[in-house]
């Protein structure tokens, strides 16, 4: 029986607590990449070190055999024939493992970094960061004359590259032998991929708008994975019959490449993996996970449990609570007691947000779905902005919903932008630059703080499907905030910084500095302004001069704010705080989850 903090009591099979285990963990510090062939896996760090390991079916445990030093920030890329491939930036290197001491046998330096890279026999094949492919028996580095290409894979002696259209379209190159001078079997895919090709024998498995896609190499056929387009992928890679699938959060292995199997959670944030049937090593944000990763987990049994609420929002009698779990729905219309009044239970949600009547939500498969407010799903759209896009969070002004995505961080060329669409059918209607990190409104107008760029900015939201820029000014270094009253904008970074509405010119500066963090907050309701974040409970303050009123005794850090002309609602880590406006020394009511 274990006491499981937010998620309750947990009670577990102690029977299926024994070798070999599911997973291992090991905390050495974040690794960056990772290779397995047989019972040897060898993973890299940041600094360059490699570590060969070897893999213990019974315990599934990792006994360190060695380590050495490829190079600031190398990674390891294949193994094939005693020799390991690794590179770092440009320069890719081959490693003779029979030696006690690994020993390079060949370094060459490409014109570009090396984003990935396989071995051909003796022969480099390297995939750069300008997308153009090349080979290397020797130092000197030959182009092949292919288009541009953004991922590459090889099963036994095939390579497969994998290509994205300026129609959004992808297209796989098979090369059955590896051979560059004959031409590829090509295939052609609607949509543009996601992520990394993976082959194997007779298949290739791609990510698309519709989920992960298994292509039949023979005849084109791309099948996609019921119940998978709710998956973001980190990594696809094929080992035996299965199909496995590396989220942050999971690896998903799917029968055969048709049915999900297992999802076993890591005990990390994955960012690479290897694999050899039946194992496969999993570099982490913490450090290196081993995984029998065909074995079950001890099935939980929650007795009791509880939500942890990561943000709340609130529209008319509805407040919305969001966790990982989904969205829990109360209806605030009885009384001042949130009520339990319904709940979305859906895949991967990482953001939510509110319009007028609807509940809008944003998952790791860059999906938006409306909902209402009963929770009744209305309309589902999936954001299609090409190859290497991440959806990053939601919000809402007006009554248009704002997607913020990022676009070529993977190759070098990172921008931020944020799509506007209509509440009632999710389509585009219109764009800007920048991640949305707060956004307020007042009447026809929104202000709005934005990172890459990070500014300040009002924009004219008569027409809300398209937003008109009024002005933009540099946001203050350290902003997390901002809130509307009386023709000012306050702008919550080290300090309270004060705008004029229209042009953005700077008017004050309120309280003294503090070091700012994510849960810094500001809102305002009539002439009182609620910070959280710069002292264990929030403080309340006077306009216009933010003379200091009083704070407020919170049972937990807090989580988010929301104030209106009748009430204050405080998240905090256990509890739903309700405050009757004007009577907040009184007023107090508390929800316990």
């Not at 947990?10 to 285990?21: C, E, G, H, I, M």
């Not at 080979?135 to 290409?149: D, F, L, R």
Request: charged fraction near 15%; proline fraction near 4%; aromatic fraction near 6%.
């Amino acid at each position: 029986y274990v006491a499981a903090g937010d998620i309750g009591l947990v009670t577990f099979d102690a029977a299926k607590l024994a070798k070999p285990y599911p997973l291992a963990g090991y905390a050495t510090g974040a690794t960056t990449s990772s290779v397995v062939a047989g019972d040897r896996a060898w993973v890299s760090n940041a600094a360059g070190a490699i570590a060969e390991s070897r893999i213990d079916p019974q315990g599934v445990s990792l006994t360190q055999l060695r380590t050495w030093n490829a190079g600031a920030n190398a990674l390891v890329h294949d193994y094939d024939n005693s020799t390991l491939l690794t590179s770092s930036g440009a320069t890719a290197t081959l490693w003779a493992l029979t030696p006690a001491t690994p020993a390079s046998s060949l370094a060459v330096t490409f014109p570009a970094t090396v984003t990935k890279a396989v071995l051909r026999g003796t022969t480099i094949v390297a995939l750069l960061a300008d997308n153009s492919v090349y080979t290397a028996s020797t130092t000197t580095p030959e182009k092949v004359a292919v288009p541009k290409m953004v991922s590459l894979a090889r099963y036994g002696s095939a390579i497969g590259l994998m290509q994205i259209l300026d129609d959004g379209r992808t297209v796989i190159h098979h090369y059955a032998n590896g051979d560059f001078g004959t031409a590829a079997h090509t295939i052609t895919l609607t949509g543009a991929a996601i992520g990394n090709l993976a082959i194997d024998n007779t298949r290739a498995a791609v990510f698309l708008f519709n989920g992960v896609n298994v292509v039949d190499l023979a005849t084109g056929t791309a099948t996609p994975i019921a119940g998978s387009n709710g998956v973001y992928p980190i990594q696809l890679a094929f080992a035996g019959d299965d199909l496995l699938v590396l989220t942050d959060k999971t690896l998903n292995v799917y029968d055969d490449g048709k049915t999900l199997a297992q999802a076993m959670p890591l005990l990390a944030n994955g960012v690479a993996f290897g694999a050899a049937a039946p194992y496969a090593v999993i570099a982490s944000s913490e450090g290196t996970i081993a995984s029998l990763y065909l074995r079950a987990l001890p099935e939980a049994t929650l007795t009791t449990s509880s939500n942890f609420y990561t943000k709340m929002l609130a529209d008319g009698d509805r407040l919305y609570l969001f966790s990982r779990d989904g969205v829990d729905i109360y209806s605030l219309a009885a009384s001042d007691a949130p009520h339990s009044f319904s709940s979305i239970r859906a895949a991967n949600i990482i953001d939510v947000a509110t319009t007028a009547n609807r509940l809008h939500t944003l998952s790791g498969g860059s999906s938006v779905t409306a909902y209402s407010h009963a929770g009744t799903p209305l309309a589902q759209v999936t954001i299609n902005e090409g190859i290497d896009t991440q959806p990053l969070s939601i919000a809402a002004a007006g009554n248009a919903v704002w997607v913020s995505i990022s676009k070529g961080c993977l190759s070098g060329a990172c921008e931020r932008k944020t799509l506007v669409l209509d509440p009632q059918t999710l389509l585009v209607t219109d764009s800007f630059s920048g991640q949305v990190v707060d956004v307020t409104t007042s009447g026809t107008r929104a202000y709005i703080l934005t990172d890459l760029p990070d500014e300040l900015r009002v924009a004219n939201i008569a027409d809300p499907l398209h937003p008109a820029a009024i002005a933009s000014v540099a946001a203050p270094a350290t902003a997390r905030s901002l809130a509307f009253a009386n023709g000012t904008v306050y702008v919550l970074g080290d300090k309270v910084y004060a705008f004029n509405e229209t042009t953005l010119t700077a008017t004050g500066t309120f309280l003294t500095a503090s070091t700012p963090t994510n849960s810094h907050q500001i809102r305002i309701a009539g002439s009182c302004a609620l910070i959280a974040g710069r002292s264990s409970n929030p403080e309340l303050y006077t306009l216009p001069a933010f003379t200091a009123t009083s704070t407020f005794d919170m049972p937990s850090t807090v989580r988010g704010m929301i104030a209106t002309t009748s009430r204050v609602l405080i998240l905090t880590d256990h509890s739903i705080e309700v405050w009757r406006s004007g009577e907040v020394e009184t007023g107090k009511r508390r929800t316990v989850r």
